[in-house]
């Protein structure tokens, strides 16, 4: 329930976001698959930023700047 609080704090109504709606049913289906719930939380929370631009994420290490290999992203 906290995720789907999340969502309705955070998007618009009207806003369609299927990108969102598809991240967040996967996170929903994988529910017993995690031990610690807090941890699905706060990852979901994260990407929530993250897809709303609140948080800028990089392509490039913030110490070398060498590109990020997309197993890491």
Same mark, same amino acid.
């Given at each position: 329930?906290?995720?789907?609080q999340?969502?309705?704090? !955070?998007?618009?109504?009207?806003k369609p976001s299927?990108l969102?709606?598809?991240l !967040? ?8 698959h995690?031990? %610690? ?7 979901f929370?994260l ?7 609140i948080?800028?994420?990089s392509?490039? %290490? ?7 290999e997309t197993?890491w992203?």
């Open positions: 329930s906290e995720i789907s999340l969502i309705l704090k !955070t998007q618009l109504e009207s299927p969102l709606y598809d !967040t049913v996967l996170y929903l289906k994988n529910i017993p995690f031990p %610690c719930h807090t941890n699905l939380k706060l990852s929370l990407k929530l930023i993250v897809h709303d631009g948080f800028p994420f392509t490039a %290490c913030a110490f070398c700047s060498a590109p990020l197993i992203l």
